[in-house]
């Protein structure tokens, strides 16, 4: 407690802020007992006497059902998120400021996997970003005749990399191929402002297993497809933090009967234990999300143990994104019918 004392007004200001914060996050036991409830009526009934009460109570009783109430889940988390941006000192604020674009990729991504499937989507279905914090213009992304001219749309932002990719997915026919760019621009610029921070061991751990872990994910989910060894190398992040590019590529080139044994060679081996026949299945969403949920209790983990650090902060983002995630599992898991014991499977507990 003495050397939290010592530090900056402006560290033990954020952190405490954090603390209280976290109390309004739903617990693993909150989450596992709405798992089981039984249709939306009941979840809806919930809902009403918590936190999201006041988003909940908005929606006409006629138009409650997923998506609407996805569209809530992703609100709170955007305003959980750009609330810490707004009360942080302007020594935090660029950490946290781009910590949270990690929305505005999102929505990104969303847009050009609806374009792809030459679908529609509308504005209320992204997740509402303040103004002043993008540069992005969804509503023009959104109106564009077909993705070619959506990512044109970019070309004035920190995402115009994207464009560089355009050839390679006319070839190939995935989005895949813009995932690495996109997520390479957003932890480019993070990972230099961890550097600035005033306690940043910590959060380096915190993001940079985040980093490699989705570039690892990124990179089975490209092979899955078949796709060749240099169009996966270039279109995976290229900022390495336990990684590097000779591990990667050697993960990308082995045989899908090998391609275990090689992550567990890596840094991250203990992530995808118990993952093997899920990897040799090539059955990339299930070990995407055995390895979140096991990210998801590494961050539980963290605000147990750096209860007085910075890093409490993003861990405490971090759930805020995976409550979002789990509500929204938990809505269309019940809309669509699935049995407790699947929804269970895939939820972060």
């Not at 995402?159 to 957003?186: C, H, I, Q, W």
């Not at 940043?200 to 497809?225: F, P, S, T, V, Y």
């Not at 169009?231 to 045989?255: G, T």
């Not at 055995?290 to 209860?307: A, Q, V």
Request: glycine fraction near 4%.
């Amino acid at each position: 407690m003495k050397l939290f004392m010592l530090r900056s007004p402006e560290l033990i200001y954020i952190v405490t802020r954090a603390h209280g914060l976290r109390t309004h996050l739903l617990r693993s036991e909150d989450v596992s007992v709405l798992s089981k409830v039984p249709d939306l009526s009941t979840i809806v009934e919930a809902l009403l006497r918590g936190e999201y009460a006041q988003e909940v109570s908005t929606i006409p009783s006629e138009k409650i059902n997923a998506m609407s109430l996805t569209e809530v889940f992703y609100k709170k988390l955007a305003d959980r998120l750009y609330f810490i941006v707004k009360i942080t000192g302007r020594h935090l604020r660029e950490f946290f400021d781009d910590y949270a674009k990690r929305l505005e990729v999102d929505n990104i991504k969303r847009i050009l996997r609806v374009k792809h499937g030459k679908e529609t989507i509308t504005e209320e279905t992204l997740i509402p970003i303040p103004r002043e914090y993008t540069t992005v213009n969804f509503p023009a992304m959104i109106g564009a005749k077909d993705l070619e001219e959506s990512v044109g749309m970019l070309k004035a932002t920190i995402y115009a990399p994207l464009m560089e990719k355009m050839d390679l997915y006319k070839r190939y026919n995935t989005t895949l191929v813009f995932e690495g760019v996109l997520e390479s621009v957003y932890f480019k610029k993070l990972w230099k402002d961890i550097e600035k921070l005033p306690e940043k061991k910590d959060i380096k751990d915190m993001i940079g297993q985040e980093m490699d872990l989705k570039n690892l994910i990124l990179a089975l989910g490209l092979r899955a497809k078949n796709l060749p060894t240099d169009l996966i190398e270039a279109s995976l992040i290229k900022v390495y933090y336990k990684l590097n590019e000779k591990i990667i590529s050697d993960i990308i080139q082995e045989r899908p009967e090998t391609t275990f044994n090689a992550l567990m060679g890596t840094y991250y081996a203990k992530y995808f234990q118990g993952l093997r026949e899920l990897i040799e299945k090539n059955m990339i969403s299930d070990v995407e999300h055995g390895i979140f949920n096991s990210l998801f209790n590494e961050h539980l983990k963290i605000m147990r143990e750096k209860s007085l650090s910075l890093v409490f902060v993003p861990a405490y983002l971090s759930l805020c994104e995976f409550e979002a995630r789990n509500m929204t599992t938990i809505v269309t898991g019940r809309q669509l019918g699935l049995s407790e014991e699947k929804l269970r499977s895939i939820l972060f507990l």
